[in-house]
Every structure is written in C-alpha cells, then in structure tokens.
C-alpha cells in the first residue's frame, strides 16, 4: 500500500516514533561529519584573511568569456547538451581531455578516458568497486581529507607512508608492500595537498618499479599539475607503469571547481566498474557543463588562459615564503612548493595547531590544522596546512604576521 508521506508523518506524530541511529547501515559508522567543515565555516567569517580552504582565487575564472563559452557549446551541439548522456561522458570533452591529457605523457585515447563528477568523484568510485570492509590501502602521510573521507564509507585499515620534502619515502612502501596485501597506493606526485611536496624524479621511477615487482596497483591523484610555477613538468608515474595505475586530473583548478568536471584513466577492468558505479551515483556528469569545459579546451582558451593563473598565484606564493623567512625562527620550517596551492607549516613540539585555532580566528585568520590528514591519530599536532590561491599578496602577508605573532607566544621564540 502507498501511504502519503503527509500521512506517514502525522502517523509518526501520534505514536511519537522517529528515525534512530539504529536505521543507519553500518559504514556511516566511519563517516563523521568533518571538524574541518566547522573549521571552514569559521574561516570564512566576514574579515577572517583565509588561509585555510582549498578555494581558487575568484579572479581565476572564465567571468568575462563564460558567454561565449555557452555561446559556442550551443553552436556545435545544439540542444544535446541539455539532453541525457553517456555515462562515460561527453564525447567531445573526452576527446579534448585526450589531447589535454597527452601533453602531460598520460597517452590515451578518448574511449578510455571517463568523465567524472570532480575527482572525487573518482575516489569514491574507486573506494565503491576496490575495497572491501578491513582491506588495506597505503597512503602519504599525511594525506588529502577528501580521499580518506571517500574511501572511509568502505571501511578500510590505513598503512601510513613516510614521506619527508621529496614526498613519500620509497623503502617505505616497500615496506608496506612486503609487510601487507595492499589493495591500493593513493599518491599525489605533484604539489601535494596538505603538504605541498613534490614526489623526486628518482623516486618515481622507485615507486613505478616496485609497482611492477608487487603487482601494486596505484592511484595517481593529480589536480594541480598544471599549476607549476617554477621548475621542469615530471613524468606521471602512469607514464612509467600504465598498467598499473589509476591517472585522476580535474578542471577544478583551472577551469572552474564549481562545475565538478574530472576525469580518468585506468586500467580496462577498473576503468568498465568506475563507470558502473557512476552509473549507480549520478547516471553521468551535468551534460551543460561537460560541453562549456570541452570549448574552453577545444576553443584554445584553457591555453590562453593559464599563464594568467599561473601569473595570479606564483607571487602569492612567494609572498607566503617571504613573510614566513620573516616572522618565523629556526624551530620552524615549511615546504618550498614550486606550484599548486598549499605549503605545510610545522612548528617546535610545543605548538599545538588545533588548540591555537581559535584563538588565531579571534585575530582574524584562519589555516587547517595538520592533525587532520594523518590516517594515525596523535600525528601532526604542530603543523598546518597554509592556501596561499585565495587571498591577495596584502592579506597573505598580514595573515602570516598575525599567525606567526601568536604562534611566537605560545612556544616563545
Ligand atoms: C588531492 C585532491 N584530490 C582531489 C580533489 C577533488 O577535486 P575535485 O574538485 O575535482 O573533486 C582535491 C580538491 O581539492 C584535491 O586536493
């Protein structure tokens, strides 16, 4: 029988039942509602100078010619891009992600890249059709937030990774890899989020060996590779062992993070089950937005466009590297990234980041606090993780002042 929700509400009113806990299946059990989105929440109070968010700045995006972006999408395909579409994704904006993936040496053709909904998407994808409740997966430590709260609804065991400046330390994946059967290695070659570090030359070229040797299957999650402001490109560990790893990119860093277009490339067998379980989440990626992203690459202005993010955010990042030189002693140091959004603070023993925050929004500027992208709890307490896309050079400066002020009174200088 169907009964109206209307009715099934006022039936709930009268024998004062409810939903409990108790209804909820039991991977919500590792979902816990992030402190860290009551963290963002705070920092974007009005005259909070935010180095906390992962945002691009606002003057990033294509404002001026989104017109003709929708313009140009309508001209070639009419009114399909408002229409269902194949999961796997827009044709055309496969095909112009091939091209765009290409000059990065991710060499593949447009029926084996997969559309997503932002990379997330992927690592949900892949937390859904790879692991099984106790499977072990190996990650960085630390690590990005949004990967392990993808992957925690599957409820993995987390093997953390050493990693110093030149990102994750090789022998001790080999480690890991002799120690346990890992299901997968999550990795961020490139600029890494939180910590900002680069995987070396020399260690990719470890790591993509010793896939090989083990059989280990890994994810190569890289959003910010485009983002480089000074230095050579490196290969993609993809480059080095195809066969073997998962390539995740997104448009969410130099088109727009609000339309939600990632993408990837995988080994067949994984690449047919993502697709089944996007078809399961969403059916396919917002036809409308997949068709404006494929003119911004095709229509040459993804190109055009670059140089002017790459020229917004390098001296915004030199600006948070000199006024750390200036404001902050010898017992603390942080990450030279040379490109994405993020550089990692770590202070002396005594500073204790997640304690400080508070106080560091009541003098208006907000970071995260590193504890959170440790899989190993008790890790991370003296560092933080520091945006430096989101504000201007002025408020970057002002903001480090502020915090290295406050971070000098609590541990003394
Ligand atoms: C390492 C990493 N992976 C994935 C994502 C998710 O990006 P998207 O907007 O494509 O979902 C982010 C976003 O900040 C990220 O830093």
């Known amino acids: 029988m169907i009964v109206s929700t209307k009715a099934n509400g006022r039936a709930a009113q009268a024998t004062g039942a409810s939903v409990s806990e108790d209804r909820l299946a039991s991977r919500t059990r590792r979902m816990s509602a992030s402190a860290i989105s009551e963290i963002l929440k705070v920092a974007s109070r009005p005259g909070v100078i935010s180095l906390a968010g992962g945002l691009p700045a606002p003057e990033s995006f294509p404002v001026a010619y989104a017109h003709e972006l929708i313009e140009g999408a309508l001209k070639k395909h009419g009114p399909s891009?408002?229409?269902?579409?194949?999961?796997?994704?827009?044709?055309?904006?496969?095909?112009?992600?091939?091209?765009?993936?290409?000059?990065?040496?991710?060499?593949?053709?447009?029926?084996?890249?997969?559309?997503?909904?932002?990379?997330?998407?992927?690592?949900?994808?892949?937390?859904?059709?790879?692991?099984?409740?106790?499977?072990?997966?190996?990650?960085?430590?630390?690590?990005?937030?949004?990967?392990?709260?993808?992957?925690?609804?599957?409820?993995?065991?987390?093997?953390?990774?050493?990693?110093?400046?030149?990102?994750?330390?090789?022998?001790?994946?080999?480690?890991?890899?002799?120690?346990?059967?890992?299901?997968?290695?999550?990795?961020?070659?490139?600029?890494?989020?939180?910590?900002?570090?680069?995987?070396?030359?020399?260690?990719?070229?470890?790591?993509?060996?010793?896939?090989?040797?083990?059989?280990?299957?890994?994810?190569?999650?890289?959003?910010?590779?485009?983002?480089?402001?000074?230095?050579?490109?490196?290969?993609?560990?993809?480059?080095?062992?195809?066969?073997?790893?998962?390539?995740?990119?997104?448009?969410?860093?130099?088109?727009?993070?609000?339309?939600?277009?990632?993408?990837?490339?995988?080994?067949?067998?994984?690449?047919?089950?993502?697709?089944?379980?996007?078809?399961?989440?969403?059916?396919?990626?917002?036809?409308?937005?997949?068709?404006?992203?494929?003119?911004?690459?095709?229509?040459?202005?993804?190109?055009?466009?670059?140089?002017?993010i790459i020229a917004l955010y390098r001296p915004r990042l030199g600006a948070m590297l000199d006024s750390l030189e200036e404001s902050l002693p010898k017992n603390y140091s942080w990450s030279h990234p040379e490109g994405g959004m993020f550089l990692w603070l770590s202070g002396p023993a005594g500073l204790d980041t997640e304690k400080l925050y508070p106080l560091a929004v009541e003098r208006n500027v907000a970071y995260v606090p590193g504890r959170y992208f440790f899989t190993t709890p008790g890790e991370g307490n003296n560092t933080a993780r520091l945006n430096f896309s989101n504000v201007d050079e002025a408020a970057i400066r002002t903001g480090i002042e502020k915090l290295a002020s406050l971070m000098l009174e609590t541990t003394g200088r």
């Not at 000059?103 to 593949?108: T, W």
């Not at 448009?251 to 047919?272: E, H, T, Y």
């Not at 996007?278 to 036809?287: P, V, W």
């Open 81 to 308: 891009i408002f229409q269902y579409g194949p999961t796997e994704g827009f044709l055309p904006l496969r095909e112009a992600i091939a091209g765009y993936l290409a000059e990065r040496d991710v060499v593949a053709a447009a029926d084996e890249v997969v559309i997503t909904t932002g990379s997330q998407q992927t690592l949900d994808a892949l937390g859904k059709v790879l692991i099984s409740p106790g499977d072990k997966i190996a990650v960085e430590s630390p690590t990005y937030l949004g990967a392990i709260c993808g992957f925690n609804p599957y409820q993995p065991d987390y093997v953390a990774l050493e990693s110093d400046d030149d990102g994750v330390i090789p022998e001790a994946l080999e480690q890991a890899l002799e120690d346990h059967v890992i299901k997968f290695v999550y990795l961020i070659p490139n600029f890494q989020n939180p910590s900002g570090r680069t995987l070396s030359l020399a260690r990719r070229k470890a790591i993509a060996a010793m896939a090989r040797k083990h059989g280990a299957l890994i994810i190569e999650d890289d959003p910010y590779r485009s983002l480089r402001y000074e230095g050579e490109h490196l290969p993609t560990l993809w480059s080095l062992a195809p066969e073997l790893v998962v390539y995740a990119g997104t448009l969410s860093k130099v088109l727009s993070p609000g339309m939600r277009i990632g993408f990837c490339v995988a080994p067949p067998l994984i690449r047919r089950w993502i697709v089944l379980a996007k078809q399961g989440m969403d059916l396919h990626t917002s036809s409308l937005d997949q068709a404006i992203a494929a003119e911004y690459i095709s229509g040459g202005y993804l190109k055009s466009h670059l140089p002017d």
